[in-house]
């Protein structure tokens, strides 16, 4: 993706990756797209916990000709401009993918399995290597660019977490039909935006579906009631011990939460992990009763991360059929980009902080200029 030469004319939320405290919302130029490229005008931007773990500088890359990364890969956007034999048009809404294939490719790259990627060559937007969406305007590849229903305008940026949990239930079917698999019962552990968008497809499948969290009040237990599932934050033990689920989510990370989950499956039953667990704390499980249970049991324990093209769209028709009003619930806070670094200390009711990029005068400015 290039960029004009000129002088700054445009705010975004910029880091030096691998340093804590540089966190800034600075100017930077204008994007000019290149051939097959849509120019986009940014309208939110979602907030998750891989963007505060680059601010405080525990990982990220720069692109390579530069010192500082602009953040942020749960976009929103407008189509300001659009190459005119692609099939996208000024209005769209849409979202950009976040991950790019190796450029050598490995196999799984090369057949649009890039999420799989097997060398670690690829790179991702605001993460690494590429400058991401939190910006007032910014460029995709229309190969890279998902057109959204235009009813998800004010709730589009949960696309890509949705993304995550759309894989997620891919790869259970997929191992669930190594024989044959009719789950009934679900348990999701944890009701962040992952583990409610879980829920949500759970829900949108027809499962008996549960969603456990520890905290008794605030947002998340009603969430989990208007969704039309059940909300527990008992120990994982006594709730999985009785639920005995065919299929577990699991978005928290946490040691106990993960290994509890695998010891209280149904038979046949399928972990899926999809939260990722702080190095240097220990636990101490019964290696030789879990293995006893995965053997005897057929059951299955899976991790999944990331989302190539097929969920992107997955993910769209997911959102497109959900109730607007239970979307818009998961946005517990908004913040200007003006004050973005502000989206970065969490809240006790936080669910889903988003940044908004939209500035009206300055996108009407732009497409007059198109």
């Not at 577990?248 to 290994?259: L, Q, R």
Request: glycine letters at 10%; charged letters at 25%.
């Amino acid at each position: 993706m290039s960029r004009k030469g000129v002088a700054a004319a445009m705010r975004a939320l910029t880091i030096v990756p691998k340093q804590a405290n540089t966190l800034q919302v600075a100017d930077a130029a204008d994007p000019e797209p290149a051939p097959g490229e849509l120019r986009v005008q940014g309208l939110a931007l979602g907030v998750c916990g891989t963007d505060k773990e680059i601010a405080r500088g525990e990982y990220g890359w720069a692109p390579p000709d530069r010192d500082r990364l602009i953040l942020g890969h749960e976009s929103l956007g407008r189509v300001l401009h659009a190459p005119p034999d692609s099939a996208f048009e000024p209005g769209d809404l849409v979202v950009g993918v976040v991950r790019r294939p190796d450029p050598v490719p490995c196999p799984a790259c090369a057949h649009g399995e890039f999420d799989m990627c097997r060398n670690g060559r690829y790179t991702e937007r605001g993460i690494k290597e590429i400058d991401g969406y939190g910006s007032e305007q910014w460029c995709v590849e229309t190969d890279y660019a998902v057109r959204l229903d235009p009813r998800l305008e004010h709730v589009g940026m949960l696309m890509e977490p949705t993304t995550v949990v759309a894989k997620a239930w891919e790869q259970v079917r997929r191992v669930g039909e190594r024989g044959w698999f009719e789950p009934a019962r679900v348990l999701v552990t944890g009701a962040g935006p992952i583990g409610l968008l879980a829920a949500l497809l759970s829900v949108q499948q027809g499962l008996d579906t549960h969603v456990l969290d520890r905290v008794t009040d605030g947002p998340k237990p009603g969430i989990v009631e208007a969704l039309g599932a059940t909300y527990h934050h008992d120990d994982i033990s006594d709730v999985a011990g009785k639920l005995q689920p065919d299929v577990v989510i699991e978005a928290t990370g946490a040691g106990p939460v993960v290994f509890g989950a695998i010891a209280n499956t149904a038979s046949y039953g399928i972990v899926c992990l999809t939260g990722v667990s702080p190095t240097g704390r220990m636990l101490r499980i019964d290696a030789g009763d879990v293995n006893r249970e995965l053997v005897l049991e057929n059951d299955a324990v899976i991790g999944s991360v990331n989302a190539n093209l097929r969920h992107y769209h997955q993910a769209a028709d997911a959102l497109a059929k959900a109730d607007l009003d239970w979307l818009a619930g998961l946005i517990t806070r908004r913040v200007p980009l003006a004050r973005a670094t502000d989206a970065f200390t969490t809240a006790p009711d936080d669910v889903k902080v988003v940044i908004d990029l939209d500035c009206p005068s300055r996108a009407r400015n732009l497409n007059t200029a198109t």
